[in-house]
């Protein structure tokens, strides 16, 4: 009867804990028979959050008991259980700590978690860079590159996937080879040019009518400063030989040698060019005289 009373005790405590602790389920989980001692059992594997209280027993429960605050265990039969991290420095909490599970913590913006448990942070490598022993972030190497974030970095690619590709791109640190497909030489069209036709009049292209046109333009105007210039000299030469229009009263001849040396005279102030005439006149007024 006293143990009715002890176990139902060992259920409402266990209840107890369940309610404070969550879903965390208080005992041993599996179990075999103790083949040292009669009538016992040994736990194997304790429910998870919990760690062995006692090796050997009657109870299945009271072989495992839940971690206390503040503490956890990831083991399937840990006799202590571990104490939560505490989200520190670079450290961002995100999640509290369980009986079964550790604080989850993160990292500040442009740092990423150095292990699986994000227990430190280190420098987030870009594409192009990879992480160091030193926590830190180096250039890829010659001949290799990283297109991912806080990755190794690989060597280059040595050929196309694609056996009818081509390297067009060699790579970069960021960056592996790139693949296309050659493109076929453009050629132009080639065409058959035209026999020359003897009967075929070619039209005159337009420069060469305007060409012609000035042309004649400027022969035009030459004729006619040529013939402007050949009018004007034309009037000088028929001023310059035009003689002096003097009347010449010619008295009548008289037989007095006076009348006729005066006469003689006159003639040769008038028009000195009329040489042959003057004389003329002179041997046929002698004559009259003589008569």
């Not at 879903?23 to 009669?38: N, S």
């Not at 495992?64 to 503490?71: K, L, M, V």
């Not at 013939?227 to 030989?241: D, P, T, W, Y």
Request: glycine share 8%; with cysteine.
């Amino acid at each position: 009867m006293a143990g009715f009373f002890w176990m139902l005790g060992l259920t409402l405590l266990a209840q107890g804990f369940l309610c404070i602790l969550g879903d965390v389920e208080v005992g041993c989980k599996k179990w075999v028979p103790d083949t040292q001692v009669k009538g016992n059992i040994k736990c194997v594997e304790c429910h998870p959050g919990n760690r062995v209280a006692q090796q050997s027993g009657t109870n299945p429960q009271a072989l495992c008991t839940p971690c206390e605050r503040g503490t956890y265990t990831l083991k399937s039969l840990a006799f202590e259980c571990a104490s939560c991290t505490q989200c520190i420095g670079a450290l961002v909490h995100l999640k509290d700590c369980t009986p079964k599970s550790n604080t989850q913590c993160g990292c500040k913006k442009g740092l990423r978690c150095g292990n699986a448990e994000c227990s430190f942070c280190v420098d987030e490598c870009g594409k192009g860079q990879e992480p160091t022993k030193k926590r830190d972030c180096a250039p890829c190497p010659k001949g290799t590159f990283n297109d991912q974030i806080h990755q190794k970095c690989k060597p280059f690619s040595t050929r196309c996937p694609d056996p009818t590709h081509i390297i067009v791109f060699k790579g970069n640190i960021s960056s592996d080879i790139l693949c296309e497909f050659p493109q076929p030489p453009t050629t132009l069209p080639v065409t058959n040019p035209e026999k020359p036709d003897g009967n075929k009049e070619h039209p005159w292209p337009m420069e060469s009518f305007a060409a012609i046109g000035a042309l004649m333009m400027c022969l035009v105007v030459f004729i006619v400063l040529v013939s402007a210039l050949i009018h004007c000299n034309g009037k000088k030469e028929k001023a310059q030989r035009t003689p002096s229009k003097t009347p010449i009263v010619i008295s009548n001849p008289s037989d007095e040698p006076r009348t006729l040396i005066a006469i003689e005279c006159s003639f040769h102030e008038a028009q000195q060019e009329q040489g042959n005439s003057t004389e003329s006149l002179i041997s046929k007024d002698s004559e009259q005289e003589f008569v």
